[in-house]
């Protein structure tokens, strides 16, 4: 059995997640957040449409402030057409977000001048003082003008997209469809959450935390829950009846024992077996496998094996089709480390004023101390001395 390093597996999962292609359907703007956009979204106008008063105040030409005392015309407030200025020496006063009068150019601040009454009209008085001024107008066209791209397709949208959306008067949107995933413990000493374990039994835990890291990361994504006996029939059936999913994770099963059926089934079915096995601890077994539109991701049955595979591959996969560009984090080692196996370790770790506490576990199926982490640092397989404040990269739980 080949193995392949965590580069070569990075690699290989993503080349795989850029052919992979997805339906498109119409939704509600405000069910998008989070989808990944199948058009390109342009200004249907200029933006802002108007220009735009920045603060409370008054509003005037720029020449008319060095008289030092306006007559104020009228007052103007956002939502209203805006007032014209055609005498010299006139101002009007001005609400945030109001239209900027036509013949002004220039506002002056609210807490800048003082009203004063002349029989029934009303002055405004203030130093000249150039300071504020241009700054407190939004010119229109300033952020993009009619026609710019906004929005790029395969963006994946944040609720600041959304926003932009419903500004350019897109009620309805195209938007890919999230990938279908079902999740597949394997084993014969399954029981389910609800059910009491005899002594040489184990609930079904597994899937449940797989889903739950998925959902952490991207909760509109649909995942459904099952398990399969190591019955070599039954698991052929099982994964048959999954033909509608684009992803099948699965736990257990994958490695070399006389029970580890995945790989076996998966070949009668079918499947390319991209890769099988990959230097690292922990989740030295792990498979990737691929048939038409629709991938296999088999995690070993080890807890912490699974679910760091789970963040470690499975995850940035899932984040990859979906248009998301998640920052790569770097934290320091808070002391020394030493790893000796030619493998990349994933070391699980909690965060402490910004360095990594190595939190050690048991064995690969201690999920009790893993509770403890905040996630888990990637340490590189050409070293074995990793030294304290190293720069090494970090997985959020």
Do not use: W
Not at 124 to 132: G, Q
Not at 356 to 382: C, H, P, Q, T, Y
């Amino acid at each position: 059995m080949m193995i392949i390093h965590v580069e070569a597996a990075d690699e290989l999962i993503k080349n795989t997640a850029q052919i992979l292609h997805f339906p498109t359907q119409n939704i509600p703007v405000f069910d998008a957040v989070g989808c990944r956009i199948a058009e390109n979204i342009y200004a249907d106008r200029d933006y802002p449409p108007f220009a735009r008063v920045m603060m409370d105040g008054v509003a005037m030409g720029e020449e008319d402030f060095l008289l030092g005392k306006l007559k104020i015309i009228g007052q103007q407030f956002a939502g209203e057409k805006p007032l014209i200025l055609t005498q010299k020496g006139t101002c009007v006063k001005i609400a945030t977000g109001a239209v900027l009068p036509i013949g002004a150019d220039f506002i002056l601040p609210k807490e800048r001048y003082r009203i004063e009454y002349e029989g029934n009209e009303k002055f405004i008085l203030y130093a000249i003082d150039f300071s504020t001024g241009n700054k407190s107008i939004h010119e229109k066209g300033r952020d993009a003008k009619a026609g710019d791209l906004l929005i790029e397709k395969n963006t994946s949208l944040t609720p600041a997209h959304i926003g932009i959306l419903a500004s350019v008067g897109k009620a309805q949107i195209d938007v890919y469809t999230m990938p279908k995933i079902h999740i597949l413990g394997t084993g014969d000493e399954l029981v389910e959450v609800n059910e009491t374990p005899e002594n040489h039994q184990i609930r079904h835990s597994n899937s449940y935390a797989i889903a739950a890291a998925i959902q952490s990361k991207m909760s509109k994504i649909p995942i459904s829950i099952s398990k399969s006996i190591d019955n070599e029939e039954i698991l052929t059936q099982k994964i048959l009846s999954l033909a509608q999913h684009e992803v099948i994770i699965s736990s257990g099963a994958v490695s070399v024992g006389d029970m580890d059926l995945v790989p076996k089934v998966l070949e009668k079915l079918g499947y390319e077996i991209i890769f099988h096995t990959v230097s690292q601890r922990p989740g030295k077994p792990f498979l990737f496998a691929r048939k038409e539109n629709q991938v296999y991701f088999g995690l070993p049955g080890n807890p912490l094996s699974a679910l760091i595979g789970t963040y470690r591959y499975i995850i940035p996969f899932l984040e990859e089709i979906c248009g998301l560009k998640r920052p790569v984090f770097d934290v320091s080692l808070a002391h020394e480390v030493t790893f000796l196996p030619n493998l990349t370790y994933f070391l699980p770790v909690k965060i402490n004023h910004g360095q990594a506490e190595a939190i050690f576990s048991n064995n690969s199926g201690d999920m009790l101390s893993v509770a403890r982490a905040d996630g888990f640092v990637e340490l590189k397989r050409e070293f074995t001395l990793f030294e304290a404040g190293t720069k090494v990269r970090f997985f959020s739980f």
